[in-house]
């Protein structure tokens, strides 16, 4: 018995180490976003459009997306 709750609690702290550190890289991300924000404005604002124009897109037609190359990454907007 002692052993399936050690298990279960070892199982608990894993997932909250794998929570912290994905809190902590999209926390690094956003500092990251904001410097390039600061010392590469052209950079970010051709980011910007690209990804307004990504967005439009999706909107416009949205059975393209479903089945594109960036699949993950239009289903997790």
Known sequence: MKKIKRIVQLRYEKK????????????????????????????????????????????LFPVVGRFGRNRSRTHSL
């Open 16 to 59: 909250q180490l794998q929570r912290r550190k994905t809190g902590l890289e999209k926390t690094i991300r956003r500092d990251w976003d904001d410097l390039r924000r600061d010392f590469e404005p052209a950079a970010y604002a051709k980011d910007a459009f690209f990804s307004g124009l990504n967005w439009l897109g999706q909107k």
